[in-house]
């Protein structure tokens, strides 16, 4: 088998074998398109025949990891036509990716796997999670909002109001994409008439956008449904205006769907959950992976002031299989430097790259993570606590 990086050739073929495995229509002019520069694709050939076995990209994303902005590769089109499954054609892409985003210095990578248990073979653990609740309009009744929304039509797309809601999110929210200005595309042209995609933005009386939705209506078992595909709110008042538009629209539809990041805070949001009025299911929404283990602690937010040691075990990157010295002051560090002592906890990179990220805080982390081992308690909850978590964009 070999593996390496896919040439801007093959990019038709590589295109061609994603359709297949997963039976998925293309044409011959969108899988010949060639790849911008934030996408780079590894693809794994048969020794004997020279033909492209398996294939994924990496998308380029810049993501916030506490306070600071990170390179992150976002894995996506991971595939392998069904004559050359179970061949190691994927594993070998990793293999050969993970140390090379190392020495290009990415900081994460990030995916949504189709299985949580193939992914965490390459140190990938569960990350963001996400509230997706349904809301029946019959029974909201939203707080009082005094603001305006308005629907983004051609002659006023709005995509500078979206923007900055986006921008909120993006400074709150550990591995939330950091959006670049091509990334607004989609609101250039909105078409609602035709295209039935309805995106509407929430401002406050001063005219300060507070929140957008982007949904369509869907035809399920409950009826005529509101589904979002993009829900983000500034703050309360951005929530309420927008409950107000989806109670405007209680007429025509029995449920509005969208999601909420995973806070316990977020119950508080709607007045009603009784009586069927709204309900909310806990799903994980991908998998995290420290590429730079240095490079993150450096970054990393602490709580006060101490030092801990760990040691990090990361069988696909040797860079970061040390035992890392970490000094912080007042929630910043002022050192990381590999080190001979004895280490306060041991971690897989799975579990280093969970807790780093924010997932969970120590204490829980102790209890139920197999692939920790503590041998020192006392800064690590300084080290690892619960985050801020969220994600809205698919790769």
Known sequence: MIVRKTRPEETLRANELFAIAFELPTTREAAAKPDGENLHRWSAFDDSSGEMMSTFTINDYTVRFDGHACRMGGIGGVATLPQYRRRGG?????????????ASGYDFSYLYPFSTAYYRKFGYEC??????????????????????FRLAEAGNPMTEAIRAVDACWESKYNMMVQHRPEDYKWTEEPDPAVRQLFTYVCFAQDGTPKAYATFSKADEKEGRNLVCSRFCFVDREGFSGLMNL??????????????LPASEAMQYMLPEWSMDAASSILHPSGMVRVINAESVLKKAAYLGSGSAVLEIRDPQIPENNRTFAVQFSQGKAVSVEETQEEADAVLSITAFSALIAGVCGFQEAAAWVDSLEVRRPASLSQVFYRKPLMIVDNF
Do not use: N, W
């Not at 990350?127 to 305006?148: A, I, N, Q």
């Not at 989806?246 to 969208?258: G, M, N, Q, W």
């Open 90 to 102: 994927i594993r070998g892409c990793f293999q050969a990716a993970l140390p090379d985003m190392y």
């Open 246 to 259: 989806f109670k405007s629209l209680s007429s025509d539809h029995v449920l509005a769907k969208f999601a």
């Open 127 to 148: 990350c963001v999670r996400k509230l997706f609740t349904s809301v029946r309009l019959s029974l909201l009744v939203p707080p009082e909002f005094s603001g305006t």
